[in-house]
């Protein structure tokens, strides 16, 4: 075969300086991995850099870091015969190529020295193997024992080994070729997706923390669904988002069926996608359902029900992240309030629009209030042309009216106009429940529109409350202004 150069993927400096060092050390080396993939692909720039020494990677980095300028550190992982440098704005990761041979029952590798060939075979896809040289002698030219090059161009994902060998040498290859398929776009060949889907359960070897990072790049795709699908066809998804799955299916009684809460869900991701890049928000739409599964009731006068499904939801979410070991902070909180008030939204637009009732869920919402509309938008999947008008209408007007109340009323940000102490000061009080009773009354009376949100209004309801508790203001308040 035509042998290729790609002298100008090296134009970075930092290759020439790459190949020196590896000169003066007298090893081979190579650029390999997802730089030479994207490059081929004309696709962002790097951020990555991958090389590998036929010898020592560590020896290689610390060579290469002693030749740049303010000659920044190695990290050195021992156990993987790995260094990294970070550089300007790319992270350097050297390697020695290997001849891995896997222990079954976890991931580490027994690591043996080998050549460039053996280091490629050993690696996950054929598009991932491709190799560039940095040698003096063919500088530029690929490596590409295995057609990486035409699995590039036919936009396929196959595995360099035996995919039975690949993926049983590191199982969190089987959520990759799914992340690598829908991010570029590309097709599993056959014998891989049979593979994975027979070996999914050694998925579990795998931490939770390397599987959510494939997933959120999953989930980050422009139709995160294609990414989602492929993990349910092969099993893979029930192994780690058990609560999605059970969303799959329709059942039918008394000739009423529900719809199918699985494949509406990946609609309602890829629907949410199109407007938000918004990690967060992604995951709450794939979870904005969760609570349907374990409420599902068939009433013979209703049909079926999801009774309280949002509480339940939210509730769902708390052992879902602490189990994948996602944060368990205010991201979460996020996520479980936009699933807990996800209907809100849609109850409101079936009903008649009134103001208070769009203050009452600007209010519970506060900041999140434009992201939940965003949800329950992408939450629209009917078919029915007629239905989806009057839903988006109804959405419409509710965002108006949103604005509207806020102009006037300033609710997204609620500061009680009248403070406890102005309370307390007026009808000479001490801390007692009455305070929080007549506190209460003003925010109910302002998110009911009796008054606006001012503090002369609220001086005023103050007092007729206070009146109604049979209290009654002293002579000189000490602060009479609010
Ligand atoms: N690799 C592998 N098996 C894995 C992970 C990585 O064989 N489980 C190899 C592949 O050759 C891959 C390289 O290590 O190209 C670098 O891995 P990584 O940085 O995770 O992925 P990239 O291919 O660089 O792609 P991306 O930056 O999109 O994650």
């Known amino acids: 075969m035509a042998q290729r150069h790609y002298k100008e993927a090296l134009s970075n400096p930092i290759f020439r300086q790459v190949s020196l060092a590896a000169e003066q050390l007298s090893l081979e080396c190579y650029v390999i991995g997802g730089f030479v993939r994207d490059f081929l692909l004309k696709r962002g720039q790097p951020v990555d850099i991958d090389f590998v020494a036929v010898g020592s990677g560590i020896d290689l980095a610390r060579k290469v870091a002693a030749s740049l300028p303010g000659k920044p550190k ?7 015969g790995t260094a990294m440098i970070r550089y300007e704005d790319l992270q350097l990761e050297f390697v020695g190529a290997r001849r891995e041979s896997y222990n079954r029952d976890s991931r580490k590798p027994v690591v043996e020295d080998g050549s460039l060939e053996d280091d490629q075979k050993r690696r996950d896809f054929t598009i991932n193997a ?8 063919n500088f530029g030219q690929l490596l590409d024992p295995f057609s990486g090059l035409e699995d590039l161009a036919e936009g396929i994902i196959r595995t360099p080994l035996e995919p039975q060998t690949t993926y049983s040498d590191d199982p969190l290859r089987m959520i990759r070729a799914i992340r690598f398929a829908a991010q570029l776009g590309f097709r599993i060949e056959r014998e891989s997706l049979n593979a994975i889907g027979a070996q999914h359960e050694r998925i579990r070897i795998v931490s939770r923390e390397r599987i959510v990072e494939e997933l959120h790049k999953i989930l980050m795709t422009d139709t995160p669904s294609v990414g989602l699908g492929l993990l349910h066809q ?7 988002l058990p609560e999605l799955v059970a969303l799959q299916g329709i059942q039918e009684i008394e000739g009423q069926r529900h719809k199918d809460n699985f494949w509406h869900t990946l609609e309602v991701v890829d629907n949410i996608s199109r407007h938000t890049d918004d990690l967060w928000l992604r995951w709450a739409a794939l979870l904005h359902d ?19 499904h949002e509480l339940v939801g939210s509730r769902m979410v708390y052992r879902l992240f602490k189990r994948l070991r996602l944060p368990l902070n205010e991201k979460m909180k996020y ?24 203050r009452r869920l600007v209010f519970d ?29 109804n959405f419409a007007l509710v965002r108006e009216k949103m604005a509207e109340v806020e102009e006037r009323d300033r609710i997204r940000n609620f500061q009680p106009p009248v403070s406890g102490e102005t309370i307390m000061d007026t009808f000479g009080l001490k801390p007692s429940p009455q305070i929080g009773i007549i506190k209460e009354a003003i925010k109910e009376a302002i998110l009911e529109g009796v008054i606006p949100n001012e503090a002369a209004a609220a001086r005023t309801f103050m007092l007729g409350k206070g009146r109604e508790l049979g209290l009654t203001p002293v002579e000189n308040p000490a602060d009479p202004k609010t």
Request: with cysteine.
């Open 74 to 80: 190695v990290s050195v992982f021992k156990n993987f």
């Open 130 to 137: 491709l190799a560039l040289s940095l040698n003096p002698g």
């Open 234 to 240: 092969t099993g893979l998804l029930a192994e780690f």
């Open 290 to 308: 969760i609570g349907k599964a374990p409420t599902k009731r068939f009433d013979p006068k209703l049909g079926w029900t999801f009774h309280n």
């Open 335 to 358: 996520v479980q309030k936009l699933v807990l008030m996800s209907s809100r939204p849609i109850v409101l637009a079936n009903d008649f629009v009134t103001d208070s009732a769009v």
């Open 365 to 393: 919402a506060g900041e999140d209030v434009e992201d939940l509309m965003t949800l329950c938008e992408a939450d629209i999947t009917t078919k029915n042309p007629k239905k989806q008008q009057r839903y988006l209408q």
